[in-house]
């Protein structure tokens, strides 16, 4: 167990419509990473967020957004969903910034119909 | 453009026997290089990391890795292979200078350890 958890476990919704996914990290991390996983684009770094503050954008969609609240819990946020969104969501939380090593959550498998 | 190859999809190897799980890089400027291991149905694992220093690093569950600069390579090795070393192994690379949290991932190799 990583002390990442992630909410829902698994998520089925249909086209056009709005998600989110939580993320809780690990005690005293202050980094969270958000990471989409699909078989044809592998995993792909989508935005980092350091004590409230975005950090870095990957390649994450203009339909997507996430913000980490106050108390260092994070939501991705889907919308106007597509059927090419459904994949594998997968937080991780660190120390700091990226030369510290990643403890990744379960996931949240995203099935859009 | 800056990218990291695992150019096998897939690597069988017999229990007992070494492994390597092969990794290049492309980027600008020094790297910063991870392993991490993806078991079925769970997220990523993290395994071992070079930062500087000296080039052969250890990791967790008796796996090391070399990196060579000259070969831009960061291959993945164990000496000998168990079947519960069976999984899906990703190489990523964060570029000297890059924002933070900003790795590259590999596309992954699949790693099936027979008895």
């Known amino acids: 167990d990583s002390g990442v958890t992630q909410t829902p476990k698994h998520l089925i919704t249909a086209t056009g419509q709005r998600v989110t996914l939580r993320c809780s990290p690990r005690?005293?991390?202050?980094?969270v990473y958000w990471y989409q996983q699909s078989l044809d684009q592998g995993l792909q770094f989508l935005i980092h967020?350091?004590?409230?503050?975005?950090?870095a954008k990957g390649n994450i969609l203009e339909r997507f957004s996430a913000q980490q609240f106050p108390d260092l819990h994070s939501e991705l946020n889907l919308s106007s969903l597509e059927l090419g969104d459904s994949a594998l969501y997968f937080c991780?939380?660190?120390?700091?910034?990226?030369?510290?090593?990643?403890?990744f959550g379960p996931g949240t498998r995203l099935t859009v119909t | 453009a800056q990218s990291v190859a695992q150019p096998e999809d897939q690597v069988n190897v017999a229990e007992g026997n070494p492994l390597t799980v092969k990794c290049t890089y492309s980027?600008?400027?020094?790297?910063?290089l991870f392993w991490y291991v993806q078991y079925p149905n769970r997220g990523l694992q993290f395994l071992l990391k070079?930062?500087?220093?000296?080039?052969l690093v250890k990791g967790s569950y008796g796996f090391e890795a070399e990196f060579n600069k000259s070969q831009t390579s960061f291959h993945l090795k164990k000496p000998s292979a168990l079947v519960s070393d069976s999984a899906l192994y990703f190489c990523?690379?964060?570029?000297?200078?890059?924002?933070?949290?900003?790795?590259?991932f590999g596309k992954g190799t699949k790693l099936s350890v027979k008895p």
């Open positions: 991780a939380s660190s120390v700091g910034g990226s030369l510290y090593e990643q403890y």
């Open positions: 005690s005293g991390d202050l980094s």
């Open positions: 967020y350091y004590n409230g503050e975005e950090r």
């Open positions: 980027v600008s400027g020094n790297p910063y």
């Open positions: 070079y930062i500087t220093g000296d080039n």
């Open positions: 990523a690379v964060r570029p000297y200078g890059g924002s933070q949290g900003n790795l590259i």
